[in-house]
Every structure is written in C-alpha cells, then in structure tokens.
C-alpha cells in the first residue's frame, strides 16, 4: 500500500450540469502520489463525467483542479497531457486505422523534439530520435504482451488487445498520473486478471499514480489503495477498501436498498 | 487502336489536375471534418503568387536566369500559402470549433472570397503564363507496337510525374514522420489526439500548409498549361465529382476517382458525343457523382458511416 505519499491532485467542490441534469455536486477528494484510487458507483452516477473534468475534456461549472500545487480553472486536455496526464478511454478511442505501433508511438508525440522542417526532409537529428522513441515503444509492447500484432491496424484486434493498446498509447506518454476509464469492462476473468496485472505492475515498477474508474467494485477492491464512491453525481463515500464496503449508504446505493 | 490510347492518356493527364485538387479536399476533411470549399481559390491565389512573383522577383533582385527565378518565386509562394494556412486557422477554424459542418462550409465559402479577391487586387486580373520550362514540344512513342505510334504532349508526361512525385513524398511524409502520423491520428479521433497532446490548432495550420502546397502545385501545373485566370477558381467544381467518386476520406481515392473522371470525359466526348451531341465533358463528371450519390453515397473507398440506433 501506497497511500502515504503527498498529494499530488485536489479536486475542489467540483460541480458539472448539462442543461438542467446535474452530473457532479460539489465534488472534493485527492488523490496522493503513488496510490490507486478508485472512482466507483452504479451506472450513471457521474464517473465518467468526473475523469472528463479531471483531463479537461469538460470544464465544470464550479470548483477547482489543483495538480501538483497548480490551479486549473479551464483545464483542456492538451494542458492536461503537457502537466504529465494520460487517459485511457471507456470506448475504446484508438486510432483505428493505424497500426498498433502507431498508435503506441503517437503517444510519445509530446516528447518529439524534432521539428516539421527536419521530419519532413529526414534529417538526422528527427531520424535518431525516431529510432529512439522507437525503443522505448518497444519497451512497452512487451511490457503488455502484444508483439505479435505490432504492425497490425488496430482495427482488426479483439476487444481485449484493443483495451491493450489503449494502454500502451497512454503509458508511451510517461505520465506521473494515468487516468483508467473502465480498464475492465466488458473483459472475461482471465482478461480482467491480465488487466489487473498490468495496472499493478505499472503501479509499482514506474511509480504512477493512478485514478480508475470501475463499475464492478470486486475487482476494484482488491487493487485499489483508496476509493471514492459516487451516486447520483454525489459523493457518498470515501477511504479505504474495508470501510467503503461497510458504508451503509455506499450498500444502499449498490444493492437498491430503500433510500 | 492508337487514337483510343491517345484519348485515354488525354484523359489521364486532365484526371491527375483533378487529382491534385480533390487530393486537398481531402486532406483538410479528413483532419478536420471540413469541407474546404475554398481548395479552388487557393490554386488560384497560389498560381496568381506563383506566375507574379516569378516576374516580380527577377526584376526586384535582378536575377537573370529562369531556374533560379523560379525557385525563389515557388519558396515565397509557398511561404504565402503557409501564411495563408496560418491565418485561416487564427481567424477562422479556432472560432468554429464543433459546429456544424453546413456552419464550416459556408465558413471556407467566405474564405474563398477573400483569397480571390486579395489574390486579384494584389497580383492583377490579367492572364497571365507561368513559364517554369516545361517541354512544349510533341513525341511519338509505341511506334512498333501501333500503326502509327502514339502521340504525346511531353508537357502532361513531365506535369503526371511531378504530381506522382508529390503524391509520393507525401505518402512518405504521412507514414515515416512524427509529424505525419499525428496528422493520421487527428483524422481518426479529435478527442484521443488531443488526450495525448496534440495540439489541434498546429495540426490545422499544418494540414491547411500542406493543401496549400498541393494547391501550388496544380496551379503551376495548369497555369504553365493553360495560363492562370479567374476561371482556374471554379476547378474547385470540377474536382467536386471526384470526391463524390472517390470517397471524401480517402487519399487513393481522390487519386483514382480524379483519373476516372478524366478519362471518362474525354471518351465519352469522343466516342458518345457523336451519337447525343458534343460538350459531354463538360456534365458527364457530375452525371457520374449523381449515380455515385445514389447507389455508393460514400464513393469507392470512403468510410461507409453506421450509425448505432
């Protein structure tokens, strides 16, 4: 367990509408450096909505995003991916027509340093920083298993490898923070044990912070250092694993009990 | 035999001018969804640049001397379609980000105006040629296979192999570089691309450069062929059946389908014109793109676009 580190992201009283709907409500927790905290909660209790805030695909109406000290009122996702943030996406939003290569080696894109002039007339100063993003990219496909489909279109893999990559795109970005959007849904047990083990070991082997979001709260618990419970864009518990599960409200909003 | 393989290559050489211009068409809808309705004003504006300043610049600087004439005006012509790219995206791409796709077109309609018009007010309005020392003069090839030979104009042989050219490096530079494969992942999805940090805005300008440089292309190409006039805006038009054809999204589509429809207006000219009356070429392309509306509305190699209910 990891949970003694600093704070490394504060979300203060968040709170996201569309329209009239209110996604989050004066949302608040942190997570610290080097920890797995987990987002959970039923279908529709604002998990999703919670990681776009937090990568700046939304921007909230109210409440703050401070990362590493910094305070961000419009957070974008290209100022996200500069502060060290990457995100996997819970449809899967790969780019379909590229390679598995590619796309694990888009995700270096912010730590090219060449630039248009010497790409596009292949000078050796853009052509040796290729070759060397190039192993750090294969680093990582063996790092998750998949160097049999290394020059394979993405859009040709089973769901899982799909899932894979996804990953690998988000680790290439060497992120001190990487945001996991239902990592394991629609996953059979010996992929979601996989999974398990990737999330683990990049934990533990890079140092990465790491925010998931789950839907299934069996596998969560047994990850995940802390945990955030949502219902209704509300937060309705936070701690460690044990003192969630035993949240009377956190077992309501589970199993439907009367409210 | 050989008049039909005359025609046929005719054609081919039309269809690669076409070619070049759905080739920035695509470019600029694949990355960034729009429609750039302004893709004709640019190869006017680039072709008025380019015949101008290969005027302009020898006399400015008192170069004698058509190579290197030349060579200075395509840098600086290039250079005002990388400003011309710029500018685009600060003034208009970055105010319109996710609206409509009607609310973008008429947006790059505006566009067109402005280019046509700064184009002409600042380079004049006369016809003007661009002599870049094209070979003007005919060849018969295949005498030993056809009676007769075949005929044909150097010019459009040394113009197809600088467009293969083009279309290749660019494949190169799509493929082999950082920058080309962020520009293939802004065309597959805005919202992983830019979750990985690549700045749209950068990628626009660049894309808009690169149709800008395709622009100037074909404008050399037909401006040394046929002289640079107004009426070189409306090949915008005619490169619009092609897209249809070809696929809006797809590279070797905007290639084929303009080949197709190059072709297919010269022989239908020659040999169904007789039969209904001439001008054929001149509606058999948007004839085709009619049919393609009906039966394949995604063309022949574009996404064909599912919509989960």
Redesign the interface.
């Known amino acids: 367990m990891n949970a003694g580190g600093e704070v490394v992201l504060d979300l203060q009283k968040v709170s996201l509408s569309f329209g009239g709907v209110k996604a989050l409500t004066e949302i608040s927790f942190d997570v610290r450096e080097r920890e797995i905290r987990a987002i959970i909660g039923p279908n529709g209790a604002g998990k999703s909505s919670m990681l776009n805030v937090i990568?700046g695909?939304y921007r909230p109406q109210q409440g703050e995003i401070v990362l590493r000290g910094q305070r961000f009122t419009r957070m974008?996702?290209?100022k996200?991916?500069?502060a060290g943030m990457?995100?996997t996406?819970q449809n899967i939003?790969?780019?379909?027509?590229?390679s598995v290569l590619?796309n694990i080696?888009?995700?270096?894109?912010?730590r090219?340093a060449?630039n248009?002039f010497q790409?596009?007339i292949?000078w050796g100063p853009?052509r040796r920083?290729?070759l060397a993003?190039r192993e750090r990219v294969e680093q990582i496909i063996d790092f998750l298993e998949i160097q049999h489909v290394r020059k394979t279109p993405v859009g040709r893999l089973p769901y899982g490898l799909q899932k894979r990559v996804d990953l690998g795109?988000?680790l290439?970005?060497e992120p001190s923070i990487l945001l996991l959007d239902e990592p394991m849904a629609g996953m059979n047990v010996e992929e979601k044990q996989d999974m398990c083990r990737f999330i683990l070991d990049v934990n533990d082997q890079l140092g990465t912070t790491i925010v998931l979001i789950e839907h299934d709260m069996g596998v969560v618990m047994d990850i995940s250092d802390r945990v955030v419970v949502l219902d209704y864009g509300r937060k309705i518990g936070d701690g460690i694993p044990d003192d969630v599960r035993a949240n009377p409200e956190v077992i309501s909003a589970y199993l439907g009990a009367t409210h | 035999m050989g008049f039909f393989f005359e025609t046929l290559i005719g054609g081919l050489m039309a269809g690669m001018l076409y070619s070049l211009v759905a080739l920035g068409f695509v470019l600029i809808f694949k990355a960034s969804g729009v429609f750039n309705f302004a893709q004709g004003a640019m190869v006017l504006f680039a072709a008025l640049a380019m015949a101008r300043l290969s005027v302009w610049i020898p006399e400015c600087l008192g170069i004698d001397g058509r190579v290197l004439g030349n060579t200075l005006a395509f840098v600086v012509a290039g250079a005002l379609m990388f400003v011309v790219a710029w500018l685009v995206e600060r003034f208009v791409l970055r105010h319109l980000v996710n609206q409509e796709g009607a609310t973008l077109l008429m947006a790059t309609l505006g566009v067109a105006y402005v280019l046509e018009g700064v184009g002409t007010s600042v380079f004049g309005t006369e016809v003007y040629k661009i002599d870049v020392g094209m070979p003007k003069d005919p060849v018969l090839i295949l005498e030993g296979s056809f009676e007769g030979g075949l005929l044909i104009n150097k010019e459009d042989f040394v113009a197809a192999l600088v467009a293969a050219l083009l279309v290749a490096l660019l494949a190169l530079f799509f493929q082999k570089t950082s920058t080309g494969r962020a520009l293939r992942a802004v065309a597959d999805d805005h919202q992983a691309a830019q979750s990985i940090g690549i700045p749209l805005g950068r990628i626009w300008v660049i894309v808009w450069f690169v149709a800008g440089l395709v622009a100037l292309v074909a404008g050399i190409i037909w401006g040394s062929k046929l002289g640079v006039q107004f009426s070189l805006a409306t090949v915008a038009l005619r490169a619009l059946p092609v897209v249809i054809l070809g696929g809006l999204t797809s590279v070797p589509g905007a290639i084929i389908g303009g080949l197709i429809i190059g072709v297919g207006e010269k022989l239908s000219e020659v040999y169904l014109g007789p039969y209904i009356g001439g001008g054929i070429e001149i509606w058999f392309s948007y004839q085709l793109a009619l049919v393609f509306l009906l039966f394949r509305p995604q063309g022949l190699f574009g996404e064909k676009i599912i919509d989960r209910v």
Do not use: K
């Open positions: 990568n695909v974008t996702p290209y996200a991916a500069r990457s995100r996406f939003a790969l780019f379909r027509g590229m590619d080696m888009a995700g270096r894109n912010l090219i060449s248009l790409q596009a292949w853009a920083e290729e993003h795109r988000a290439a970005m």
